[in-house]
């Protein structure tokens, strides 16, 4: 495993200039039906890496397609997807492809880091929800100690 | 019991259960993880995303545990679908999960994503300059590395040792380093590169493949359609041709015959009585034509079928060897293994014996051809759509006596035939090293001139050759066992039917008269450069134009009109017998007779023992092929044991129909070659567009025991007839 084998999560937060991509997507569409597996990823990963959220899914979607086409590539999908679940946010899927994929190769720096990542953002947003549900219910304490109080 | 309830209430809980399989040390506490679970199971569907997002748009009034459990609102079923079929895709792709491969030695995706960047990159300023929008399209070749992009870093000698007298001491070791990577990177990159361009090539390849399969199912279709319609037309074919195929089918005796003249000529020594002439019928016979193999471009020279194989095999004038299949009609094999036109070929055990005028006879192993030959459910496409492409033989003038190549070829690396007799079409793709060549197994070689005819049986073979030799080989070792010089064997005989006094002559003796009933005695000069030797230029008759041996029992029909029966264990001839004037084209024996026909149209049956000719009969043309029908085949050459001796044979009389002719009751039957009832209108036309109306028949042979004629004609087209 070289180095270059698999990306970083932070390249995937390097967006491609709408030239390339479009560049990209005429690629794929010229070749029809018997599209190379090369173009459908480029094309995928072009678009997981974008900002937008439909491109990220249309990216996602072309992935799951490769990976269930494509036998030999089953493994660098897995981390592919778990990066594009990522950036989408759905840290559910993120983790099971990844968690997957770690399975698989226990070695993989670059999936560690990614499940550091997805772990990270989930913790986060836990936090985020705690202090929130925390606020609502200091909130609704207060609320109806004020009712209380008016009712009295 | 939070938890069950969320469990509980989710459509697809794949989710769920890898949270609940989480890492007991995760970094997350408990809490966090409870509200994960509640607030996130939907991710950005989540209430708290949904929250966050939409506090700009107001909350709408679902109720929140709904939310909980499907996740929102509109399309909350679509979402829930969407996400759990990306679970459920998960989950399937779980159960493949464990086959995910390990990546091979293939360049990663990434690699030819980032070679592609890095092209555009490479053409961004250039389509600056250019300023056309079209040029970033480029070829679809674009998104790879373009290999004339990878400039490796040169630097002339010169620039380098300036570049390292410039730098300090100190940093010379590091400048060198950056070459060094400089260099390491461009390998690199070229390696890519090479990777992703064989990769290219092999889906191309794949693709071929399927492309050529498809082509092939087309095809089978279209031809499963044309006998499909040949059928009902078959059916309203004139009642002619209907009452005269059911009286083909009868025996030969009942139906409308026409009446030959044959004289019969038992006991009568004189040859020079006028042969009969038969009187043609109205209407030509028709025959059921099972096949018609398309593919020669010459003549038919040679013929010869196995029935248990159920392979026909046929030579031409076109030099090429073809083995079909009679039962689909196809084309197997094609043999180019010779330099000149093809004068016989002998199905032998698993071998087909070939002979040509290259001064060869060679021994093909037909069951190596099919380990070289690419199965057929894989396939190539070739010249003339041959399953196997060979180069022209340069080798088969290299060859040693005792050849035997049994070469395994792989087969090539697109491994494909199409097995069709449609014409020839499309170039080869590609051209492997040609392997037919090698599944020769012995080639014999000794005879100095063209080989002209030849028989194989019981594990010896016999061919007669243009250098007016005959020789005998050992077909297991492929050694020459003896050699039968004709003239020398011929000079002194004494046994000749027609020799008045004195006449035998030295072999140089000038007798001008070849044709003449004198014994060989052609001078040199006479004969050897003359086409005669070898036959004429269809490759009938020859110095020795016909033989057929059974144990050591040779007999053999020369140029000179002479029929010789010989021994080959003393290698004398023991009888001539005259009766041609023109060169014997063909000849069969059996228990008690010899048929022989010659170029001057006549066809003699001769008896063994008494070496009498019981019956001539005359033909349009030149004879140029003669059958006897065996009804046995013991291992020998086809002699009958008990049985009445063949009393039918099939004859070739350079017209366009077979002729058959029964001794016993002298009837000569001529079927027309051009009408098929299979197909009748159909095949009407399609003989028509290809043989020139004007095609004769060059060959006939018929199998033994079954009741099928295969014959060949002069357009190079091989038909298979059942009687």
Known sequence: MSDSYLPYAAEAEQSLSPSELQVLQRQFE?????????TKFNYAW??????????????????????????????????YLGIGYYKMGEYANARVYTERLLALEPGNKQAESLRQLVDEKVARDGLIGLAMSGGAVALLGIAAAFMFKKSK | MRRKSVTA??????????????????????????????????????????????????????????RL??????????????????????????????????????????????????????H????????????????????????????????????????????????????????????????????????????RLKEVDDRIMSAVTERKEIADRLAATEDMGGKPKSGCSSPDSKSNSKSIGDDQGNSLTMTALVEDISDDGDDDDDAGVYEQDDVPRLRKLDHL?????????????DPDMGLIASGSLDTQVRVWDSDTGACKYVI??????????????????????????????????????????????REEYMPSSRRPADESNADDEDDNENENENGPTMAMTLQSTTPPMTPTICRPVPPLDLCCENAFIGHTDAV?????????????????????????????????????????????????????????????????????????????????ARGTDYGNGGFIGALQFYDFALATGSADGALRLWDLRTAQPHRQLFGHSQPITSLRFDDRSVLTGSLDGLMILWDLRTGQALQKVAFGGPVSSAQLVMEQRSSGSGKQSKAAHASECWVAAADSSLHRYNANSMQHVRYASDYGLMNSNQSRERLGNVSSGTSMVTRIHCQDKSSVVVSGDSDGIVKLWSI
Request: positive net charge.
């Open chain 2, 124 to 199: 961004g300023p250039r389509k600056g300059h250019s300023g056309s929008p079209a040029q970033s399209d480029g070829s679809p070749g674009k998104g790879q590395a373009d290999e004339c992009d990878i400039k490796p870093p040169i630097m002339s000698v010169v620039e380098f040792e300036a570049m390292l007298a410039r730098t300090p001491a100190e940093m010379i070791a590091e400048v060198l380093a950056e070459r060094k990577e400089e260099y390491n990177e461009y390998l690199r990159r070229l390696e890519t590169a090479r990777r992703q361009l064989v990769q």
């Open chain 2, 9 to 66: 209430g989710v459509g697809g809980s794949g989710s769920n259960e890898q949270y609940n399989s989480y890492d007991a040390t995760s970094s997350q506490g408990f809490l966090v993880r409870m509200v994960n679970k509640i607030l996130f199971r939907n991710g950005p569907n989540s209430i708290v995303n949904r929250l966050l997002r939409g506090a700009g748009k107001g909350i709408d009034g679902v109720d929140v545990k709904n």
């Open chain 2, 293 to 305: 193999f398309r593919g020669h471009y010459g003549a038919v020279t040679a013929l010869d079928s």
């Open chain 2, 336 to 381: 180019r293994g010779h330099n000149d036109i093809i004068r016989g070929v002998q199905f032998y055990d698993r071998f087909l014996l070939t002979a040509a005028n290259d001064h060869r006879v060679r021994m093909w192993d037909l069951s190596l051809l099919d380990s070289v030959q690419p199965q057929p459910s894989t396939m190539i496409m």
């Open chain 2, 452 to 532: 002209t005819c030849f028989q194989a049986n019981n594990g010896t073979l016999i061919s007669g050759s243009a250098d007016k030799t005959v020789r005998e080989w050992d077909l297991t070792t492929g050694m020459l066992r003896q050699t039968i010089d004709i003239t020398w064997a011929t000079r002194d005989s004494a046994q000749s039917a027609r020799l008045g006094g004195g006449s035998h002559g030295p072999p140089t003796m000038q007798h001008r008269k070849p044709w003449g009933r004198a014994p060989l005695s052609f001078s040199t000069g006479d004969l050897s450069s003359s086409p005669s």
């Open chain 1, 30 to 38: 010229r070749e029809g039906t018997q599209v190379r597996i090369q």
């Open chain 1, 46 to 79: 072009g678009l997981i890496k974008s900002a937008q959220k439909h491109d990220q899914t249309r990216g996602v979607a072309l992935m799951h397609n490769i990976y269930e086409e494509h036998e030999e590539r089953k493994r660098e999908c897995l981390y």
């Open chain 2, 69 to 122: 459990l499907t996740g929102g609102k509109d399309g909350g079923a679509g979402r829930q679908s969407r996400s759990s079929k990306r679970q459920s895709a998960a989950l399937s792709a779980d159960a493949l999960l464990s086959e995910a491969p390990a990546i091979g030695t293939a360049p990663s995706l990434l690699s030819g994503f980032t070679a592609f960047l890095q092209t555009e990159h490479s």
